[in-house]
């Protein structure tokens, strides 16, 4: 994996192969930030990757600037290869062992972007309580958006709320602004 644009633009980053992860492809991760650029003043943000496995979007977060970043994850070596990764590129990232539902129940904090590329085995109705957790505990700032990558041919709309989706082949990213919580 490579990070696209700021500060630390073009280095490689190579994982261990033994990390249980799907990292974001250049692809969708090039038309994330492309949308985020356009609506976000990374300098001012506060940003929760959740599931963040190699910490793939974390360091591009904080390559362009972002200085608020929490990473979870509840895989002890990814959290370990973030942290390791993070000293070695200088980024202050905030990089945490836990299981997505204990932080969101406990969390005080509030974002202005989550970030979720939860494992593609998860269901329907486990997208749904993950969005209903970040609602409950008023995890997004008032002009928040929670995004979610998962495989295109699940929905995760289920409210009839207007979420922006945007599909790239067999992943899709869905945008979730707090309004439409």
Known sequence: ??????????????????????????????????????????????????????????????SRGCLEIDSIDNNQNCINF????SKELNFNINSVKIDYRLYLKKNTKKYDIIFADPPY????????????????????????????????????NETNEEYEVRNYGSSSLTFIKKASL
Do not use: Q, W
């Open 1 to 62: 994996m490579r990070i696209i644009s700021g500060s630390k633009k073009s280095i490689l980053i190579k994982a261990p192969k033994n990390l249980p992860v799907r990292p974001t492809t250049d692809k969708v991760k090039e038309s994330l930030f492309n949308i985020i650029s356009n609506r976000y003043d990374y300098k001012n943000c506060a940003v929760l990757d959740v599931f963040s496995g190699t910490g793939n979007l974390s360091f591009e977060f904080s």
């Open 82 to 85: 973030i942290n390791k990764k």
């Open 121 to 156: 085995s998860f269901n329907h109705h486990e997208y749904l309580e993950f969005i209903k957790l970040v609602k409950e505990n008023e995890s997004l700032k008032e002009e928040g958006v929670l995004i979610i990558e998962h495989r295109s041919n699940i929905s995760i």
